[in-house]
């Protein structure tokens, strides 16, 4: 681009030197903070056994979406355990409500009949009842 002029004629060239140099290229790593690498491996000693783990469910999508819908249930004021004592934060509840949104919108084409069907219902039932609730206070 000397003196004002466009160089359209000169085509940008990209070489890639990784094949011939990768295996003898030294690998440099940063080491893992200390504190990452004890809470990864306390996380790794409570991993639940072969023979515990059978109760609990399958971790898939559907868990997930499940898990979401149980939080905000809980956000809006649901008491779920019958201790009596549950309280209404909207703020929260519309926030786990907007993710499961953004959720719906990212996997859309990348779900399973079943799987969009659960979400769909999921966010119509959380925002329903967060509509209700937000006009009673």
């Known amino acids: 681009m000397a003196g004002g002029k466009k160089q359209d004629d000169e085509p940008i060239r990209v070489t890639d030197r990784r094949a011939s140099s990768e295996a003898s290229a030294p690998q440099t790593t940063t080491p893992e903070p200390a504190a990452s690498a004890a809470a990864r491996s306390a996380y790794a000693e409570t991993e639940p056994r072969a023979a515990s783990a059978e109760q609990y469910p399958p971790i898939d999508f559907n868990t997930f979406v499940l898990s979401m819908s149980t939080s905000a249930l809980v956000h809006?004021?649901?008491?779920?355990?019958?201790?009596?004592?549950?309280?209404?934060?909207?703020?929260?509840?519309?926030?786990?409500?907007?993710?499961?949104?953004i959720l719906e919108h990212k996997t859309k084409g990348n779900l399973t009949g079943?799987?969009?069907?659960?979400?769909?219902?999921?966010?119509?039932?959380?925002?329903?009842?967060?509509?209700?609730?937000?006009?009673?206070?």
């Open 76 to 101: 809006l004021g649901e008491d779920l355990l019958g201790e009596g004592k549950a309280e209404v934060n909207l703020p929260l509840a519309r926030q786990t409500i907007d993710l499961l949104g």
């Open 114 to 137: 079943e799987e969009e069907r659960l979400l769909a219902q999921v966010l119509y039932d959380l925002r329903l009842r967060y509509v209700t609730i937000s006009k009673k206070r």
